[in-house]
């Protein structure tokens, strides 16, 4: 079974920097998809940032210039690095790990998350 372990969550000023990781048991590390994806108080769950096994990345909207996810697969972690972050960007991150075959989903596994809270 995989187990996904997120940090680096906390209490940062409005235009701070926060960077969180996420820590991945198993063997399947190097040929996911890692996500980070995150729920406000009163909204859904939504996608912030994604990373592929070979690198490709993409970014909300809402976040796209300020946020920069990466992976490090000799340590199998994911980063999600947030600068000038804002209140509406305070929500519970979850750190998510995909394997597709075929263009398929195989399986999935998710992370118990991290709090971010940021302050005005």
């Known amino acids: 079974q995989v187990q996904l372990v997120e940090s680096g969550g906390g209490l940062v000023q409005a235009g701070g920097s926060l960077r969180l990781s996420c820590a991945a048991s198993g063997s399947s590390f190097s040929i996911s998809i890692m996500g980070w994806y995150r729920r406000a108080p009163g909204k859904q769950r939504e996608l912030v940032a994604r990373i592929t096994n070979g690198g490709s990345t993409d970014y909300a909207d809402s976040v796209k210039g300020r946020f920069t996810v990466s992976r490090d697969n000799a340590k199998n972690t994911v980063y999600l690095q947030m600068n000038s972050l804002k209140p509406e960007d305070t929500a519970v991150y979850y750190c998510?790990?995909?394997?597709?075959?075929?263009?398929?989903?195989?399986?999935?596994?998710w992370g118990q998350g991290t709090q971010v809270t940021v302050s005005s």
């Open positions: 998510n790990l995909r394997v597709e075959q075929y263009d398929a989903l195989r399986y999935e596994y």
